[in-house]
């Protein structure tokens, strides 16, 4: 089992629509959980990052938090075509190691 | 504020041959990670280093080493090249007072031929 699982996608959502994506991890003792977004052909960058159980907002995006489940998720609301990227998903579990997934591909259909 | 700096950003190297990666954090920030992406794979760590220590070290050969320095600059190399070491490899610079947040620099290229 890996210890950050994500739907390899390509998910594809129309313009204007919420696009859902999701992550499990294996360890119970994970700490911090963070949201990436790669551009094709650039580095990953830090969107969004949450600690607690629970949804975090900000502006159109919402992580969510299921630490009972190991489970957090990220939601894009109102997506647009700028959108399309693969999104990231990364947990720290301690010893300065994180742990990334291996990303979901969004596409945003104009 | 000047961001992660990574050089070279694109390497070709024959097989056999050894490279060396640089990476210059964020102003301020002490701890330096690596990582390879490969398109199958995604990122895996490689390494993380803080005050010229490394707390961390993933599951690849001893082939691939890392350095930091007094100024938090850091280097990773990788001797005995071989095709499958072909990867962007990525930096991230945290504060490394407790918090992970990565910020990452461009990469470096590494094409093995």
């Known amino acids: 089992q890996k210890e950050v699982e994500q739907n390899s996608g390509p998910l594809s959502v129309p313009e204007g629509a919420i696009a859902s994506l999701n992550c499990t991890y294996s360890?119970?003792?994970?700490?911090?959980f963070f949201w990436y977004r790669q551009y094709s052909g650039k580095s990953p960058e830090l969107i969004m990052f949450i600690y607690s159980n629970g949804d975090k907002e900000d502006g159109r995006f919402t992580a969510q938090l299921n630490k009972a489940s190991q489970y957090v998720s990220l939601l894009i609301r109102d997506s647009q075509p700028s959108d399309s990227a693969t999104y990231l998903c990364?947990?720290?579990?301690?010893?300065?190691?994180?742990?990334f997934g291996a990303g979901t591909r969004l596409f945003v259909k104009a | 504020k000047a961001g992660v700096t990574q050089t070279p950003r694109y390497l070709i190297k024959t097989r056999g041959q050894q490279v060396t990666l640089s990476c210059s954090p964020i102003?301020?920030?002490?701890?330096v990670s690596w990582y390879q992406q490969t398109p199958g794979q995604g990122l895996q760590f490689l390494f993380e280093y803080f005050s010229e220590t490394q707390r961390n070290k993933g599951n690849f050969p001893g082939r691939f080493s890392g350095r930091q320095f007094s100024n938090s600059r850091s280097e990773m190399n990788v001797s005995t090249l071989e095709l499958g070491d072909s990867a962007l490899y990525l930096c991230?610079?945290?504060?490394?007072?407790?918090?992970?947040?990565?910020?990452f620099g461009q990469g470096t290229r590494l094409t093995v031929v």
């Open positions: 360890d119970r003792g994970s700490q911090s």
């Open positions: 991230a610079s945290h504060t490394g007072r407790g918090n992970t947040e990565a910020f």
């Open positions: 990364a947990v720290y579990s301690g010893g300065f190691k994180t742990i």
């Open positions: 102003s301020g920030h002490r701890s």
